[in-house]
């Protein structure tokens, strides 16, 4: 990284990584210092029916998929932030907008992988969100930062590479008769 393209394939991707960790890491933090453990808080009390802020932990994957596989997730944490590493390195400068999803998932893995290992191998959640549907109300598992800028970093790199290739497609060619 000593010249300025070096820089301009990793700064993007490691800054977007770095404010997701950031913004993780003290979201979860302040939840920890203000709700006690298996407790919920409404902040907006207009919005309790659908919105709480809850202190939960979870030995899963996002949204509590695969409860109890601590090692599993440790190992694709550092699998994938390597992947992310790599592939940023090895794309062409102009690729901004991979870059982003990149970091996106980078901060992502990097700020469950920091819960994980300094917390028995489980995160904190505390986002919820609720549907009161006909007397019954359904919930949505509770998530964090990191869990959303995972999901957010891989649908639009989804996207992204989608609309990449839609563009260096060729365009259909009429045949005459």
């Given at each position: 990284m000593s010249t300025k393209g070096g820089w301009a394939?990793?700064?993007v991707t490691l800054l977007i990584a770095a404010v997701v960790v950031a913004l993780d890491q003290w979201s979860k933090r302040l939840i920890e210092r203000n709700i006690p453990l298996g407790e919920s808080l409404a902040p907006f009390p207009a919005l309790e029916p659908w919105f709480r802020l809850v202190h939960w932990t979870n030995t899963g994957a996002a949204f509590g998929l695969l409860r109890g596989q601590a090692p599993l997730f440790i190992a694709i944490a550092l699998v994938v932030i390597v992947v992310v590493l790599?592939?940023?390195?090895q794309l062409p400068a102009e690729s901004w907008a991979v870059r982003i999803?990149?970091?996106?998932?980078?901060?992502?893995?990097?700020?469950?992988?920091?819960?994980?290992?300094?917390?028995?191998?489980?995160?904190?959640?505390?986002?919820?969100?609720?549907?009161?549907?006909?007397?019954?109300?359904?919930?949505?598992?509770?998530?964090?930062?990191?869990?959303?800028?995972?999901?957010?970093?891989?649908?639009?790199?989804?996207?992204?590479?989608?609309?990449?290739?839609?563009?260096?497609?060729?365009?259909?060619?009429?045949?005459?008769?």
């Open positions: 394939r990793w700064g790599v592939y940023s390195r999803c990149l970091g996106l998932m980078l901060g992502g893995a990097m700020g469950n992988l920091i819960d994980r290992l300094h917390q028995g191998g489980q995160v904190t959640d505390f986002l919820l969100f609720s549907l009161p549907v006909g007397g019954r109300v359904y919930e949505w598992p509770a998530w964090n930062v990191a869990d959303a800028s995972i999901v957010v970093g891989t649908i639009l790199l989804g996207i992204v590479l989608l609309r990449t290739e839609h563009a260096k497609a060729p365009a259909p060619t009429s045949s005459a008769e």
